[in-house]
Structure formats: C-alpha cells, structure tokens
C-alpha cells in the first residue's frame, strides 16, 4: 500500500483531533489516553512543519496561541449585547413572571432556566463553518476583537457543521475553580500578585496580548443563544440549546424546561444549594421565556430584554473587622498569615478566619490590623478577604515573626519568592501537615487519616515522619482516643495497601516546594527513578517538561537537606514504590539535543518553535549552559545571547533551525 498523501493525512488527523477534543472538553467522555491525544497531536504538528502549504488557522495544533499582537481592535456586535434585569429574591421574580404575564395576555408561556455562570461574555462569528471572529461584550454596543486567544479554548470549536453560512454564538467565558486555583499558587510562586475570583482571571486571561497566554489559563466557553443575522436561529430557547450541543458546543447540561414560576422557584433553590459542588462558579439563575415569537413579543427595553430574568443568589460577600493577624504553618514550612475576623454569616455560614496567603498579598491588600475590610466565601475555597474597605482608626501593621509560631526556630524568605518559611524539617505543625497531605487522597490516598488521628499519632510521638506510618501496628492505634479494634485494623491495612502506589503519587507525597501532581508525574515520565531525581542536577532537572529555573531548585534544595534524604530511604525500606515506567523520546532530527530560545524570531512564536524542535525529539530548556547545544536567537535577545557567547555554544537564527527541521 502506499503511504498517504500528506494532505489527506493532514485532514484526518486534524478531524480525528477535533473529535477527540469535543468528547474531552465539551462531551466529559475521552475514548483516548493523553498521551494517545498527544502522540496524534505530534503526528498533525510534524507533518502540518513539513507541508506549510496546508496551513489553516483552525488546525486543532493551532490551539496553542499564535503570534502576539500590538492591541486589540475594537468591533461593533451584530446586535446589541445587552445585560438582563436582576431579581434579588422571590418576591421579584413574582413581579417579573406577573409582568411577562400580563404582556402576554393570558397566552401559555414557559421559561427555559439555566446557570448564571460567573465569567464574560462573548460572542463568537462562524462563516461557512468557521470560526472568523470572536468578541468580548464591551459597552454591549462594541467589543474587541479577541479571535487569536479565543482559539486556545478547546471547548470553542474552531468548525462547525451548520445550515447557516453564517451565524453567532454567544455564550461565557469562564475559569473553573481548580485552574482558577492553580494559576494563583503558581502566581504566588512568582512572587506575582494574586486574582482576586475566577471571573477577574478569566477576563484578565482573554484579554491579553499574547494568545500563549490565553492557551495556558484553561479557560472554557458555554454557548447559551445561537443567533443568524442578529436574531435567534430557533424557534424556542430550548431547541437553540440543543442545536448548539448538537453542532458540538458546550453547552451547560444544568438547564430546565419550567412550565411556570413554581418550577423556576424550585430549579433557582435547588441550584442555591448544589452551587457549591460545581467546578465552576455562578452568581444566579437566568430565567429565558421559552418562545422565540413571545420573545418578540414582550421586547426589549434600553437596557435589557423584558423576556429575560437573572435571578441573583445573595452577595457571598460581607464587611467585616480584622481583630487580629495570626501565623499558620504549613506541610512546606510556609508561615501563612491568617486573618481572625470578627465573627460575620456569610451565606449560611458565619465566617470568623480567612487566609492572607502570604506578606505580598497583605501588601496589595494595604491591610493592617484594624481595618474593616470585605470577605468573600465562594464555593467550597476557604473564605479570601477581598480589599480593605476602611482604614481602623487604630490600625497597626502585620509583621512576620522571626521564628515559627510552632517550634521557635529561625524561619528565611528566599529570594523570589512570595513565601516565608520554617527551616525545622521535623517543626510539629509541619510534621502534621506533611502526613495529612501524604495521606490525602490525591496522594497516596490513605483512608481514615484525619485531624484528630494525626494530632494524636504526632503529640504522642508514635510518628516522626511519614515513613513511620508504615510501622504503626494496629495494638499502637487501638491505644488512641476514639478508636476501636476494628477501625485500627482498618487504618493498618488501608496504610500497608498504599505501598503499591505509583512513584508519582509517592514524589508528590514528599512534599518538595511547586512539586503537585502534574510536576511529579512528570519527572517520573522523565527520570523513571527516585535515585535519577535525587542525583539530578538543576540542568538535568530543566531538561523535563515545565521544569524551569525556580522548581528545579527547590527540587535540589530538598534532597540537599539530609533528613529529607533519610525521610526517602525510610519509604524504600519501608517498600515503597521507588521505579517507574520511563516515556521514551520519539526518535527525530533533533533527538538528544538541547535548545534554548531567545528573543523574538521573525516567522514563529516561540511556543511553536518549541514544538517544532520536541517534534524533532529535542529538547527546550529555559536557561543557558555548557550542556546547551543550540541557542536560536531572533531580535532583541539579551542575557542568555551573551552566555551563548560566553560558552561558546553555537548561536543560531530562524532559517537555520528551519534548515535543521528539514535535516
Ligand atoms: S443570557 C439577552 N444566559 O450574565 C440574553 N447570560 O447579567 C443575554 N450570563 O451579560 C444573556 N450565564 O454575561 C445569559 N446562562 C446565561 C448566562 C448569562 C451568565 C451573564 C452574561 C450576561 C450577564 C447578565
């Protein structure tokens, strides 16, 4: 048989990406392992290399972000994107229904209700079933033009299959919870300043310059009205909602056909209470009476439709005193500043701590002790003090303590870096932490280790560090307050069942400063071993994905502390699992060579370089060393130009890396 011709092939895979991606990010439903998406992935980006002449902007490789831009340009809607009216309880959405009631004339109406989703709208223009434009709300009459970073959201399809030769989409940009999180652990670890919620992330994350920018933030998109010339496609809201599932739109499966304001009554208490259980944040129900015709009929004001309600959940915010600024420690050591409130219900719960996170998110606040300042509980994250509202009158500022709370002994900021920590590996409060997150369920998920087990395994001295776990016998346990016979039997056998776990979930159990899961599953999928990773050097640990300068350091200052080094060698005699299986490097071109990028290359972004040369089995590494065999520079390279030269690793330009591409 003979090979394909490059551009059926490119087709294909192109269509089976587009297809793997709907099932993952909008159907919830891989058939596919990430690393089979992946390896198709490679396939599409080396073959689409060797043919330019096939290029297309909605290749699923596009996804990535493509080159930066100067600003935005701004573009005026096709119709207006108006704001809907508020109901702030019951009793205003009786008035809204009595008044759609009333407009109707007696006739049957009823509301389609979905989420209110707390992000940013956007609208989205196909024509001849592809994605060509796509638009922030702005004043509602004019928008900017955000297409380049709208790409990177894989849930947005880039082609659709339609009737229409053009039509839009309008839906919310949002960021779930848990990319909303790790983007501000990652942020703190820069020593950058946090986003205050996920809708201030998800606005800052589509408005910015460089579309690399947008791809990393995880941002999603759920399409909510399908409109061809400005006006709704459909006869109802609810055959739009599912024409838009349809075409392979995500569209929010939390919606309800409501035969009248009981029903919506219902569905907006319901998700009242399940709202804390989404992944994802909404501020309130949105209420669409159903008919398009009835739509028409009940019109629009200035403002907003009158066929349209969004019934807000009350403000999870309040105002409150700060009485005090206490100092926890944590499994890393970190010392975080914690806020004792005067105690305030916020939605359900009264709230009396919120966390600070660390000394330069206190300065950003400009918070002392004292003021007045307003919290917010959203979901199941724990309360956050959002700004200062006003100064106290006696206010005093916070000041980090020179010695942990817990132990006493020295605590040291590194450069860099946001957080203050305990230098005492064996600091009790440490200790604690460190067993609870090794015992967690993300990590080596040991069933029945709580607060109130650990408190008693440290304070009684039966534990000294986590490798310790594994010779608690269960005649140890059954001694402890608030256990039987059975349940220390049980914890033994739950804590001996966990030495078959992976070396990733035991290296993410180690507690290494920016080592979570996706680091860890790294480096084993790099090193395969935990001796490889203990010897590593920094250079060796940046040759692993998204490893760059300030991880690999913390990974060597970890393991440079002996007790760390002893705590590891206690897991290996205690059986754990120590070995992996390596990912093994796609032979290519570039196989074994390490490049480092600099500057602005004139004809591609660097990400795209940097997936060109791992194409080519190289390798991209942040910093320049002996060890580096490349540095592609392009215009306005700096300091990594004059270690090159220094080096003298050979410095090389665009047209040559396209000439190594090419063999
Ligand atoms: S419909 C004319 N549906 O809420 C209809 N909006 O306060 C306009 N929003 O600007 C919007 N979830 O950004 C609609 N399921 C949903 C929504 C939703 C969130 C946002 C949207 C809108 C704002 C109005």
């Given at each position: 048989?003979?090979a394909?011709?490059?551009?059926?092939e490119?087709?294909?895979?192109?269509?089976?990406?587009?297809?793997h991606?709907?099932?993952?990010?909008?159907?919830?439903?891989?058939?596919?392992?990430?690393?089979?998406?992946?390896?198709?992935?490679?396939?599409?980006?080396?073959?689409?290399?060797?043919?330019?002449?096939?290029?297309?902007?909605?290749?699923?490789?596009?996804?990535?972000?493509?080159?930066?831009?100067?600003?935005?340009?701004?573009?005026?809607?096709?119709?207006?994107?108006?704001?809907?009216?508020?109901?702030?309880?019951?009793?205003?959405?009786?008035?809204?229904?009595?008044?759609?009631?009333?407009?109707?004339?007696?006739?049957?109406?009823?509301?389609?209700?979905?989420?209110?989703?707390d992000?940013?709208?956007?609208?989205?223009?196909?024509?001849?079933?592809?994605?060509?434009?796509?638009?922030?709300?702005?004043?509602?009459?004019?928008g900017?033009?955000?297409?380049a970073?709208?790409?990177?959201?894989?849930?947005?399809?880039?082609?659709?299959?339609?009737?229409?030769?053009?039509?839009?989409?309008?839906?919310?940009?949002?960021?779930?919870?848990?990319?909303?999180?790790?983007?501000?652990?990652?942020?703190?670890?820069?020593?950058?300043?946090?986003?205050?919620?996920?809708?201030?992330?998800?606005?800052?994350?589509?408005?910015?310059?460089?579309?690399?920018?947008?791809?990393?933030?995880?941002?999603?998109?759920?399409?909510?009205?399908?409109?061809?010339?400005?006006?709704?496609?459909?006869?109802?809201?609810?055959?739009?909602?599912?024409?838009?599932?349809?075409?392979?739109?995500?569209?929010?499966?939390?919606?309800?056909?409501?035969?009248?304001?009981?029903?919506?009554?219902?569905?907006?208490?319901?998700?009242?209470?399940?709202?804390?259980?989404?992944?994802?944040?909404?501020?309130?129900?949105?209420?669409?009476?159903?008919?398009?015709?009835?739509?028409?009929?009940?019109?629009?004001?200035?403002?907003?439709?009158?066929w349209?309600?969004?019934?807000?959940?009350?403000?999870?915010?309040?105002?409150?005193?700060?009485?005090?600024?206490?100092?926890?420690v944590?499994?890393?050591?970190?010392?975080?500043?914690?806020?004792?409130?005067?105690?305030?219900?916020?939605?359900?719960?009264?709230?009396?701590?919120?966390?600070?996170?660390?000394?330069?998110?206190?300065?950003?606040?400009?918070?002392?002790?004292?003021?007045?300042?307003?919290?917010?509980?959203?979901?199941?994250?724990?309360?956050?003090?959002?700004?200062?509202?006003?100064?106290?009158?006696?206010?005093?500022?916070?000041?980090?303590?020179?010695?942990?709370?817990?132990?006493?002994?020295?605590?040291?900021?590194?450069?860099?870096?946001?957080?203050?920590?305990?230098?005492?590996?064996?600091c009790?409060?440490?200790?604690?932490?460190?067993?609870?997150?090794?015992?967690?369920?993300?990590?080596?998920?040991?069933?029945?280790?709580?607060?109130?087990?650990?408190?008693?395994?440290?304070?009684?001295?039966?534990?000294?560090?986590?490798?310790?776990?594994?010779?608690l016998?269960?005649?140890?346990?059954?001694?402890?307050?608030?256990?039987?016979?059975k349940?220390?039997?049980?914890?033994?056998?739950?804590?001996?069942?966990?030495?078959?776990?992976?070396?990733?979930?035991?290296?993410?159990?180690?507690?290494?400063?920016?080592?979570?899961?996706?680091?860890?599953?790294?480096l084993?999928?790099?090193?395969?071993?935990?001796?490889?990773?203990?010897?590593?050097?920094?250079?060796?640990?940046?040759?692993?994905?998204?490893?760059?300068?300030?991880?690999?350091?913390?990974?060597?200052?970890?393991?440079?502390?002996?007790?760390?080094?002893?705590?590891?060698?206690?897991?290996?005699?205690?059986?754990?699992?120590?070995?992996?299986?390596?990912?093994?490097?796609?032979?290519?071109?570039?196989?074994?060579?390490?490049?480092?990028l600099?500057?602005?290359?004139?004809?591609?972004?660097?990400?795209?370089?940097?997936?060109?040369?791992?194409?080519?089995?190289?390798?991209?590494?942040g910093?320049?060393?002996?060890?580096?065999?490349?540095?592609?520079?392009?215009?306005?390279?700096?300091?990594?130009?004059d270690?090159a030269?220094?080096?003298?690793?050979?410095?090389?330009?665009?047209?040559?890396?396209?000439?190594?591409?090419?063999?």
């Open positions: 048989m003979s394909p011709v490059p551009a059926e490119i087709l294909r895979l192109r269509e089976e990406l587009r297809r991606e709907h099932l993952y990010y909008v159907a919830d439903s891989p058939e596919i392992t990430d690393a089979e998406y992946d390896a198709l992935m490679r396939q599409l980006q080396s073959l689409e290399a060797a043919h330019p002449e096939f290029d297309s902007p909605d290749s699923p490789s596009r996804r990535v972000g493509g080159a930066p831009r100067e600003g935005f340009v701004k573009v005026r809607h096709s119709a207006q994107m108006l704001s809907l009216d508020n109901a702030l309880n019951e009793g205003e959405l009786r008035d809204f229904d009595r008044r759609v009631g009333e407009l109707l004339e007696g006739a049957v109406y009823s509301y389609s209700a979905e989420l209110k989703l992000g940013l709208s956007m609208a989205v223009r196909y024509e001849q079933g592809r994605l060509s434009l796509a638009v922030t709300r702005g004043d509602g009459a004019e900017e033009d955000v297409t970073n709208a790409r990177t959201i894989r849930s947005l399809p880039l082609t659709v299959e339609s009737p229409w030769d053009a039509f839009e989409v309008r839906g919310e940009v949002i960021m779930p919870r848990q990319a909303f999180e790790r983007l501000n652990t990652a942020r703190d670890a820069e020593g950058l300043p946090r986003y205050a919620n996920p809708r201030n992330s998800a606005a800052g994350s589509l408005r910015v310059l460089d579309p690399a920018v947008t791809a990393a933030r995880q941002l999603d998109f759920y399409a909510y009205l399908l409109l061809v010339d400005g006006r709704p496609a459909l006869a109802s809201h609810g055959q739009s909602l599912k024409r838009l599932a349809a075409m392979g739109f995500k569209v929010n499966i939390n919606w309800r056909q409501c035969p009248g304001l009981d029903a919506l009554i219902s569905f907006c208490q319901e998700w009242d209470i399940r709202r804390d259980n989404l992944g994802y944040e909404i501020d309130g129900v949105v209420a669409k009476v159903d008919s398009v015709e009835q739509q028409q009929r009940l019109g629009w004001t200035a403002k907003a439709p009158r349209a309600i969004a019934f807000k959940y009350p403000a999870r915010q309040q105002s409150t005193v700060v009485e005090d600024i206490l100092v926890q944590g499994r890393t050591g970190a010392l975080t500043p914690v806020a004792c409130l005067r105690p305030v219900f916020v939605a359900g719960v009264t709230v009396s701590r919120a966390t600070l996170h660390n000394e330069d998110e206190i300065e950003r606040l400009g918070l002392q002790i004292g003021d007045t300042v307003v919290i917010e509980r959203s979901g199941d994250v724990i309360p956050k003090v959002v700004r200062v509202e006003r100064q106290g009158e006696e206010r005093r500022p916070f000041r980090m303590p020179a010695g942990c709370p817990v132990c006493g002994r020295t605590v040291l900021r590194a450069e860099g870096e946001a957080a203050t920590r305990c230098v005492n590996t064996n009790p409060a440490r200790l604690k932490e460190s067993i609870l997150h090794f015992a967690s369920r993300g990590v080596m998920d040991i069933d029945g280790m709580g607060w109130a087990l650990v408190d008693q395994l440290v304070d009684k001295g039966l534990v000294r560090g986590v490798a310790d776990l594994y010779g016998t269960r005649e140890q346990l059954a001694g402890l307050e608030r256990m039987g016979e349940s220390a039997e049980k914890i033994v056998a739950n804590i001996q069942s966990t030495r078959e776990q992976p070396l990733p979930r035991v290296l993410n159990g180690l507690g290494i400063p920016f080592v979570g899961e996706r680091t860890a599953q790294i084993a999928d790099t090193f395969g071993e935990m001796d490889a990773i203990m010897r590593a050097s920094e250079e060796d640990l940046q040759r692993a994905e998204e490893v760059g300068p300030k991880v690999a350091s913390a990974i060597v200052r970890f393991f440079a502390v002996e007790s760390n080094r002893e705590l590891v060698d206690a897991l290996g005699r205690a059986g754990l699992r120590f070995t992996h299986q390596k990912r093994v490097a796609a032979p290519g071109m570039l196989a074994g060579k390490t490049f480092v600099t500057g602005t290359l004139p004809g591609m972004a660097r990400e795209e370089a940097k997936q060109k040369i791992e194409d080519a089995g190289g390798k991209v590494t910093s320049v060393s002996k060890k580096t065999d490349y540095v592609v520079a392009g215009a306005d390279a700096g300091s990594k130009l270690k030269r220094a080096l003298a690793v050979p410095v090389i330009d665009e047209a040559e890396l396209l000439r190594m591409l090419e063999g």
